[in-house]
């Protein structure tokens, strides 16, 4: 049976400590200088100090990217609300119209209006018609990076994923069961049931042997700070089902007591504690920085990460300097 729990969300910084006074309804990633918080059933912005610049009076709301966000009023259309983007002022900018779309990466976009898939610019022009499928708008795996974007082809019971270039262009061929973003260099895929690393040719260069568990999106994540993941899940061959850390030459270099984790962002990574069933935050030795204690998280962004924890649990504060 499951069951619904109502979190309270706040900002702490890398020592597990309260960093800004206020409690919200939802929170997300400080981006430019703002983050998202729901207050009264609406979204807005706050800046650093965690005052209100953007008031709250959207349905939903994403983290800034490329001086834009992701935002709603609550216009519904066939497949749910649509959505546009507004700027640091709030103002829409490009009109409501996408289900949902992607943040913007490197200039452009993912959108749909409709069950297919293209790029716009940050003036909303279509650069990248709306022709691609089976993408899914997860905005961890999705969208531009170091220049190539990944698509699929093929069946809808069995798509291919490749990449395309700026102008639309394949530049490798869909022949991956499924594939990530590009990211210092290389971009995780899937080959049979394994997880691999490609450079931006398509050439495989690190083969890990590593089972996805039929989970790629879940079970792996992206390169960064020179590490990329992988949680072999029930499925373990040489990781006894906790989530580890390869280098760039395929080598197990981290162990962790986590279940799945996101990749490194500011020296630690959000992941979701084996024993615990809660998010806390590993670093690079394994060690767990900050406790698995918290229903909800996100990555560390700007010095500050966003935590959930249900009502009933009071956060601890930064002591007052004496």
């Not at 997300?28 to 918080?37: R, W």
């Not at 609550?74 to 900018?93: A, C, L």
């Not at 961890?140 to 809808?156: C, D, H, M, T, W």
């Not at 698995?292 to 956060?315: H, N, R």
């Amino acid at each position: 049976m499951s069951m619904l729990y109502r979190y309270k969300y706040r900002f702490i910084d890398k020592n597990g400590n309260t960093a800004l006074p206020g409690l919200y309804d939802g929170a997300g990633s400080f981006s430019e200088g703002l983050a998202p918080v729901k207050m009264h059933d609406r979204w807005g912005y706050i800046d650093r100090n965690g005052d209100v610049v953007i008031e709250c009076h959207f349905v939903a709301a994403g983290p800034f990217s490329d001086g834009l966000a992701v935002a709603t009023m609550g216009k519904q259309g066939r497949y749910g609300f649509k959505y546009g983007y507004i700027d640091h002022s709030g103002k829409f900018v490009i009109d409501e119209k996408y289900y949902p779309p992607v943040d913007f990466h490197e200039g452009l976009a993912l959108v749909s209006q409709s069950e297919l898939y293209g790029f716009i610019d940050q003036t909303g022009k279509m650069v990248i018609p709306e022709k691609f499928w089976g993408i899914g708008m997860n905005d961890e795996i999705n969208g531009f990076g170091e220049g190539l974007a990944r698509v699929a082809s093929g069946s809808r019971s069995a798509p291919k994923f490749g990449y395309i270039d700026k102008s639309g262009a394949i530049v490798i061929e869909p022949r991956f069961d499924n594939a990530g973003r590009f990211s210092e260099g290389l971009a995780r895929v899937e080959i049979d049931g394994k997880l691999s690393f490609i450079d931006k040719t398509g050439k495989v260069v690190i083969s890990t042997g590593l089972n996805l568990d039929a989970d790629f999106e879940r079970n792996s994540g992206d390169f960064s700070q020179g590490l990329g993941g992988v949680s072999e899940g029930l499925n373990t061959t040489v990781t006894d089902g906790n989530y580890v850390f390869v280098d760039r030459t395929g080598k197990i270099v981290l162990r962790t007591d986590l279940f799945y984790a996101y990749p490194f962002s500011e020296g630690l990574a959000l992941g979701f504690g084996a024993s615990t069933n809660k998010w806390g935050y590993v670093d690079k030795t394994g060690k767990m920085a900050i406790p698995a204690i918290y229903d909800s998280a996100e990555s560390f962004s700007e010095g500050l990460a966003a935590v959930g924890q249900s009502e009933d649990k009071k956060p601890t504060r930064k002591a007052p300097p004496k």
